[in-house]
């Protein structure tokens, strides 16, 4: 008989290792969004390594409303992101190289595996709250102030 032992340790002991690298050692900014009407400011959290990206905004449970995470890429490319073990709604702007906003996903499903795609070459993706776009009219088309852009924040 052979007996396959999967994982050791109790789903607490996850929760808190998750939970231990939760706002860990991401590197902080802020960034401008231009808009037709104005310019909106958020704080964020930049997500640069793989290490980063995987965990991005997985395991919180609060964003504030003007805060966010910027994972940035190496190489324009179509990029794709999921919902494993996000638990908050969020929005998913996806940036070109110069800056405009090339896609908007609006209000994503918490824990979906569902494939997020930016549908062309990105080199950046900025995560919101969820209904963060439409409450303050933030449109494809879009510039967002950044140095990853080559722009002042």
């Known amino acids: 008989m052979l ?3 999967i994982g050791v340790g109790s789903l ?3 929760s808190a290792q998750a939970q ?3 706002a860990g050692d991401f590197a902080k900014s802020t960034l401008t969004i231009q808009t037709t009407a104005k310019e909106h ?3 964020i959290e930049i997500a640069k ?3 980063q990206q995987r965990e991005g905004l997985m395991f919180r449970r609060h964003l504030a409303a003007d805060a966010g995470m910027l994972f940035i890429y ?3 490319q179509i990029l794709t992101m999921w919902m494993k073990n996000t ?4 929005d998913m702007l996806f940036i070109a190289a110069n800056g405009e906003i090339v896609e908007i996903v609006e209000r994503t499903v918490p824990g979906s595996l569902q494939t997020i795609s930016s549908g062309q070459a990105a080199i950046a993706v900025l995560e919101l709250n969820g209904g963060t776009t439409s409450r303050l009219g ?3 088309g879009d510039r967002v102030k950044h140095p990853t852009f080559g722009s002042k924040k």
């Open 3 to 5: 007996i396959l032992v």
């Open 12 to 14: 607490s002991d996850f």
């Open 20 to 22: 231990s690298t939760v």
């Open 41 to 43: 400011k958020f704080s």
């Open 49 to 51: 390594t793989d290490r």
């Open 74 to 76: 190496s190489a324009p």
């Open 87 to 90: 638990y908050l709604p969020l």
């Open 138 to 140: 933030i449109k494809k």
